[in-house]
């Protein structure tokens, strides 16, 4: 009796991480939509290098002149690294005007404090470099 339950509490965990794992990483499709991307210019305002995912913060002056802040996804800081874009970059150009493409993402994964959030496919800083940071999707 108690091998039978044994081997039915394994099963029953192995199945639960069979299904978790799948979830642990999002695809892209499921945050972001690769219809809704725009070219974004304005200053860098911030860098966030963490795991798993690297993130800028650039403000964006609509055409009323009302400017939005936007928090754009990057890849990990160690794939950004190995092609070569590290955080000083990002930290050396801050306050200074960049563009970056970026899909905006989907309704109900905004930001709560009001930011906007999307995934940056590539970048261009103010030193005129284009870096491929995400994604690229269209």
Not at 63 to 77: A, C, D
Not at 109 to 130: P, Q
């Amino acid at each position: 009796m108690k091998v039978q339950f044994a081997a039915l509490l394994t099963a029953v965990l192995v199945l639960l991480g069979a299904t978790n794992s799948p979830l642990a990483h999002h695809s892209f499709g499921v945050e972001f939509d690769s219809t809704k991307c725009m070219d974004l210019t304005g200053p860098l305002t911030g860098i966030e290098w963490e795991n798993p995912h690297a993130w800028l913060r650039m403000d964006v002056k609509e055409p009323s002149g009302k400017v939005q802040p936007w928090r754009l996804e990057m890849i990990t800081p160690n794939a950004l690294r190995r092609n070569g874009t590290t955080r000083e970059m990002f930290e050396s150009q801050i306050g200074k005007v960049m563009h970056a493409r970026g899909c905006a993402a989907r309704p109900g994964a905004f930001s709560v404090d009001g930011t906007n959030r999307g995934a940056a496919e590539y970048i261009k800083l103010a030193d005129g470099v284009i870096r491929i940071v995400g994604q690229v999707v269209e």
